[in-house]
């Protein structure tokens, strides 16, 4: 018999979906246990859980250091922007 539970259905692969880890095409595998949708790739092994709108849950739980404000940049550092030469033109 199934050791499935009866509210886990059968996983089926998603047609033109992307591996958000290894970037494969056509290997991952969706499936709903108890209303709340699972997705995991077979080439591998990513996998997550997904809320209503579809985005990914995060797995790991919030801690001070991940909820901790970015730094403030350093105002000695400034970034620098090139301009091409216009007098410098490719060979064609």
Request: glycine share 6%.
């Amino acid at each position: 018999m199934s050791d499935l539970p009866k509210s886990v259905t059968k996983r089926r692969f998603i047609a033109g979906a992307v591996c958000p880890a290894c970037s494969e095409p056509d290997k991952i595998q969706m499936w709903d246990e108890d209303g709340v949708p699972h997705r995991e790739c077979v080439a591998c092994g990513y996998a997550d859980t997904l809320d209503a709108r579809g985005n990914s849950v995060p797995k790991e739980l919030p801690t001070r250091i991940s909820l901790a404000p970015p730094k403030p940049a350093d105002p000695k550092v400034q970034g620098v922007q090139f301009f091409p030469n216009p007098k410098l033109k490719k060979p064609e």
